[in-house]
Nanobody, 126 residues
Framework: QVQLVESGGGAVQAGDSLRLSCVAS????????QAWFRQTPGKEREFVSA???????LYADSVKGRFTISRDNAKKTVYLQMNRLKPEDTAVYYC????????????????????WGQGTQVTVSS
């Protein structure tokens, strides 16, 4: 059974930084691609960033240049470094994982991911 646990959310001011972490258990971490999505009330889950097994990375245009995704296979952890936060970044952030072969690139489609964490709230005030 795959389990993903996010942490690192909080309430910050615009322009501040946060680093989210997602620790995985119950599977061979390096066999999974990972991603971050976010969701606000009344809206569909939105893609933020993804990293493939080979380390290829994809970002949503809205976060490109401000957010950085990375993974540490030894720690079974994927990170999302969020800099220059804006009020519109306010959301619940979810970690996701999908079991895939190493040659498959990162994907932004939520339906491609099999496993999800419980989410961590990020609130950015102006």
């Amino acid at each position: 059974q795959v389990q993903l646990v996010e942490s690192g959310g909080g309430a910050v001011q615009a322009g501040d930084s946060l680093r989210l972490s997602c620790v995985a258990s119950g599977h061979s971490f390096n066999r999974y691609a990972q991603a971050w999505f976010r969701q606000t009330p009344g809206k569909e889950r939105e893609f933020v960033s993804a990293i493939s097994r080979s380390g290829s990375i994809l970002y949503a245009d809205s976060v490109k240049g401000r957010f950085t995704i990375s993974r540490d296979n030894a720690k079974k952890t994927v990170y999302l470094q969020m800099n220059r936060l804006k009020p519109e970044d306010t959301a619940v952030y979810y970690c996701a994982a999908r079991n895939t072969i190493v040659t498959v690139g990162p994907t932004s489609d939520a339906s491609d991911y099999n496993y999800w964490g419980q989410g961590t709230q990020v609130t950015v005030s102006s």
